[in-house]
């Protein structure tokens, strides 16, 4: 089975340049996730979606960030325009709602430097 | 609020060393806690969890066991290899809700 999928793997963009990651989740996984991973830290949400609708999307700076998760499946975030400081790993996550407990499975990630 | 604090790194030790890497939290209720492991160029993948207290989560030779009373999750590993060189995240689930939080992540290097 194939986990989730991410591309580009890697970004270099001059800032102020908008950019945009694609996220693939896992078949049948309903949950999909967007994390930052700054260098040295761990990965922090940015927004959570629940089929169609993001249900948590308080930590997604909305000034510059938006993501967008047409017909519940694969999902974009992009960045407009992307500061120096957007410079991290950007992490998608999927898992399929359970009972009691739901694991998320995460993609390898997309690296963006900004120059 | 919630919050995981884990050992700082790196962490450096000889193949067949033991292995501790201590994780606290802080957290309202019951949460989950997890182990996450990421190896070089790889994406994150679960290592063990534990859901109430008092449980102990294991895989590939590895063991954490949930202490509420200590708020902390452990991880051990009796003889480390080559192998397990990577980056290893503590984190919780809080019992409200779908996100999970991380610590800072510790990096381990055995040599061998």
């Known amino acids: 089975e194939a986990g989730v999928v991410q591309s580009p793997r890697y970004k270099i963009i001059e800032k102020k340049q908008p950019v945009a990651f694609w996220c693939n989740p896992i078949s049948g996984h309903n949950t999909l996730y967007w994390y930052l991973q700054n260098l040295g830290q761990g990965p922090e949400l940015l927004i959570r979606?629940?089929?169609?609708?993001?249900?948590?999307d308080s930590q997604l700076p909305k000034d510059r960030f938006s993501a967008e998760r047409l017909k519940g499946v694969d999902s974009t975030l992009k960045i407009q325009p992307a500061e120096l400081g957007d410079s991290a790993v950007y992490l998608c996550?999927?898992?399929?709602?359970?009972?009691?407990?739901?694991?998320?499975?995460f993609g390898p990630g997309t690296r963006l430097t900004v120059l | 609020g919630n919050s995981v604090t884990q050992m700082e790194g790196p962490v450096t030790l000889s193949e067949e060393a033991f292995l501790t890497i201590n994780c606290t939290y802080t957290a309202t209720g019951y949460p989950s806690l997890f182990w996450y492991v990421q190896y070089p160029g790889e994406g994150l993948q679960l290592l063990l969890k534990a859901t109430k207290a008092d449980d102990k989560g294991s895989n590939k030779g590895f063991e954490a066991t949930y202490r509420k009373e200590t708020t902390s999750f452990h991880l051990e590993k009796g003889s480390v290899q080559v192998s397990d060189s990577a980056v290893y995240f503590c984190?919780?689930?809080?019992?409200?809700?779908?996100?999970?939080?991380f610590g800072s992540g510790t990096r381990l290097s055995i040599r061998p």
């Open positions: 979606y629940e089929n169609e609708e993001a249900v948590d």
């Open positions: 984190a919780l689930m809080p019992s409200s809700a779908s996100k999970i939080i």
């Open positions: 996550a999927s898992s399929l709602v359970e009972a009691d407990y739901n694991e998320q499975f």
